[in-house]
């Protein structure tokens, strides 16, 4: 048996303070200030220190200028378990040819079927069905829409364990794939897109159940004058979004606010709420020096990635310092926090019986934070990581 003692606790009923968890293979058995500590326990003591559930990323492509998934994938998920990331999708990029997308989608579904990638719960896609209108690079390997030929191959190179799957809703004219996604109980996500009101809600009624990071790479409703008219707002897939209550939301909060506004990040916040709000953190590979760039707010992007053509792509961002900087922009409790950073986005891709609060029952993966919110310490299925 091993057990956390003076633990500040961070449980789906709030913060408890002076806390004792037991956990024993794996799985935690018992959480609560009064929990009696066996003699023979093995006893970490957190010495008031937030214990939270280890942070779930369901939005992760690399590790800030490493690796990506299809070409080192342990290193990549052990980066971020190292910064507190217990589970994760391994995200495959729109930006590739179909055989490239194939080929590397199986070389990560390997990896995960051969246990080499724990905390990496299943292949997930961002597109490549999108809008080309709509995201870094997007129209380099744009597609004309869902195609059979390649969506197929990829639901079978990875047995249809899929963590979430995102295409643009006004790129599936006949609806046949939001169908297919629906009919094969694959969690949906909408995003890269300049889909409208009636689009957004289509693909919702289909089963959609994601926004894929709230705000970015999302445009405006065309087809109407709105945006001409003195005085009115133009419809945006952001809001068309943000008012579907099915919907849960990635948001990539970086140190800057440059993905999300500040602002825009408290709106999504007061109006869907921590149970509908889940923090990601899109980390990519960098192939570059910032410091080549000329302007200052490419060399001072710590979090922040860039292409080659200087487009906003990605982030560097780590969970841990996701985790801090929604708190800083938004005013958010630790533990409305923690629910976005693991409970909200375990439930958003159906792994919530396992992982993402501490519950009886559940793995053991908690992260220690100090009271300045630094990760101090991660415990991945009962075992201390070590740096």
Same mark, same amino acid.
């Given at each position: 048996?091993?057990?956390?003692?003076?633990?500040?606790?961070?449980?789906?009923?709030?913060?408890?303070?002076?806390?004792?968890?037991?956990?024993?293979?794996?799985?935690?058995?018992?959480?609560?200030?009064?929990?009696?500590?066996?003699?023979?326990?093995?006893?970490?003591?957190?010495?008031?220190?937030?214990?939270?559930?280890?942070f779930v990323d369901i939005?992760?492509?690399? #590790?800030?200028?490493?690796?990506?998934?299809?070409?080192?994938?342990?290193?990549?998920?052990?980066?971020?378990?190292?910064?507190?990331?217990?589970?994760?999708?391994?995200?495959?990029?729109?930006?590739?040819?179909?055989?490239?997308?194939?080929?590397?989608?199986?070389?990560?579904?390997?990896?995960?079927?051969?246990?080499?990638?724990?905390?990496?719960?299943?292949?997930?896609?961002?597109?490549?069905?999108?809008?080309?209108?709509?995201?870094?690079?997007?129209?380099?390997?744009?597609?004309?829409?869902? #195609?059979?030929?390649?969506?197929?191959?990829?639901?079978?190179?990875?047995?249809?364990?899929?963590?979430?799957?995102?295409?643009?809703?006004?790129? #599936?004219?006949?609806?046949?794939?939001?169908?297919?996604?629906?009919?094969?109980?694959?969690?949906?996500?909408?995003?890269?897109?300049?889909?409208?009101?009636?689009?957004?809600?289509?693909?919702?009624?289909?089963?959609?159940?994601?926004?894929?990071?709230?705000?970015?790479?999302?445009?405006?409703?065309?087809?109407?004058?709105?945006?001409?008219?003195?005085?009115?707002?133009?419809?945006?897939?952001?809001?068309?979004?943000?008012?579907?209550?099915?919907?849960?939301?990635?948001?990539?909060?970086?140190?800057?606010?440059?993905?999300?506004?500040?602002?825009?990040?408290?709106?999504?916040?007061?109006?869907?709420?921590?149970?509908?709000?889940?923090?990601?953190?899109?980390?990519?590979?960098?192939?570059?020096?910032?410091?080549?760039?000329?302007?200052?707010?490419?060399?001072?992007?710590?979090?922040?990635?860039?292409?080659?053509?200087?487009?906003l792509s990605g982030s560097?961002?780590?969970?841990?310092?996701?985790?801090?900087?929604?708190?800083?922009?938004?005013?958010?409790?630790?533990?409305?926090?923690?629910?976005?950073?693991?409970?909200?986005?375990?439930?958003?891709?159906?792994?919530?019986?396992?992982?993402?609060?501490?519950?009886?029952?559940?793995?053991?993966?908690?992260?220690?934070?100090?009271?300045?919110?630094?990760?101090?310490?991660?415990?991945?299925?009962?075992?201390?990581?070590?740096?």
């Amino acid at each position: 048996m091993n057990a956390i003692i003076n633990a500040k606790a961070v449980l789906p009923g709030g913060v408890v303070d002076n806390a004792v968890i037991l956990y024993e293979d794996g799985r935690i058995c018992a959480v609560g200030r009064d929990v009696e500590v066996p003699a023979d326990a093995k006893v970490l003591d957190a010495k008031g220190m937030w214990v939270g559930p280890g942070f779930v990323d369901i939005h992760i492509h690399g #590790d800030g200028g490493k690796w990506r998934w299809e070409t080192g994938p342990e290193q990549t998920a052990r980066h971020h378990l190292r910064h507190g990331t217990t589970t994760m999708v391994a995200t495959m990029s729109y930006g590739q040819t179909p055989d490239s997308l194939l080929e590397k989608t199986k070389i990560v579904q390997e990896k995960i079927d051969a246990g080499l990638l724990p905390n990496v719960y299943a292949v997930a896609f961002e597109g490549p069905f999108i809008n080309p209108q709509r995201g870094a690079n997007s129209k380099a390997f744009a597609r004309p829409g869902p #195609d059979p030929k390649e969506y197929l191959p990829l639901y079978e190179a990875t047995h249809g364990k899929i963590g979430q799957w995102m295409y643009a809703p006004e790129m #599936d004219v006949d609806g046949s794939f939001g169908d297919f996604l629906r009919e094969k109980g694959i969690t949906t996500a909408i995003g890269h897109s300049n889909a409208s009101p009636a689009q957004v809600r289509g693909a919702v009624d289909k089963g959609a159940t994601i926004t894929t990071h709230l705000y970015d790479a999302m445009g405006c409703c065309h087809g109407n004058d709105s945006w001409n008219i003195t005085g009115t707002i133009q419809e945006s897939m952001a809001a068309s979004c943000l008012v579907c209550s099915e919907l849960t939301h990635e948001i990539i909060p970086d140190s800057r606010g440059v993905h999300v506004k500040p602002t825009d990040m408290l709106l999504a916040f007061k109006l869907a709420g921590p149970d509908h709000i889940a923090i990601i953190t899109d980390s990519t590979i960098c192939n570059y020096d910032p410091a080549d760039y000329p302007a200052d707010h490419f060399r001072s992007t710590i979090d922040l990635n860039y292409n080659e053509k200087e487009e906003l792509s990605g982030s560097r961002l780590t969970m841990d310092l996701a985790f801090v900087n929604f708190m800083k922009h938004t005013g958010a409790s630790v533990s409305d926090t923690f629910r976005m950073a693991a409970t909200t986005p375990a439930r958003a891709i159906g792994v919530d019986k396992e992982v993402g609060s501490i519950v009886p029952g559940k793995y053991a993966n908690f992260v220690m934070l100090d009271a300045d919110f630094k990760l101090q310490q991660v415990i991945f299925r009962g075992e201390v990581v070590a740096d």
